[in-house]
């Protein structure tokens, strides 16, 4: 019932890890809103996506965590347009960004020395700060 989605060479969601169907579109739609099923809802079972090693399948749980269903698989829905085969090919190009999200691989932070002159004006402005405040206090007139 699905089709395969390409991410990369090495990288893709087999057919039998994807389902999809077509809903009745919510909102307004003139005569055909309640003849027409053109809303598409897609199922992508994450476990089976081939290709991702341990640490890129851990990002894409993190990435779809707010798409995933009861029972683990990721509900992408599309009724961008009119065209049931138009919102299909939609949803599949959601569920395909998340994956390539999750293949790349984040920068690792180095950790760096504040410069002499941002040490400089940082105290310099809590020097400036201190003083207003002191100003505020209870004066001796």
């Known amino acids: 019932m699905g089709e395969r989605i390409v991410i990369s060479s090495s990288v893709f969601v087999p057919e039998d890890a994807v389902v999809w169907r077509a809903v009745r579109s919510s909102g307004p739609g003139g005569q ?15 476990q089976r996506v081939s290709g991702l090693d341990e640490a890129a399948g851990g990002r894409l749980r993190t990435l ?27 949803a599949i190009d959601k ?10 691989r984040p920068k690792r932070r180095r950790a760096t020395k504040p410069t002499r002159g941002s040490v400089e ?17 209870n004066r001796d007139d």
């Open 32 to 46: 055909n809103v309640n003849k027409v099923s053109s809303k598409v809802e897609l199922r992508v079972d994450l």
């Open 64 to 90: 779809a965590q707010s798409f995933l269903d009861a029972d683990g698989w990721m509900l992408v829905s599309s009724q961008k347009t009119r065209d049931q085969r138009q919102n299909l090919q939609d």
């Open 95 to 104: 569920v395909r960004r998340v994956i390539e999200l999750a293949l790349v």
């Open 121 to 137: 004006r940082r105290i310099g402005e809590k020097k400036r700060r201190s003083t207003v405040k002191a100003s505020r206090g």
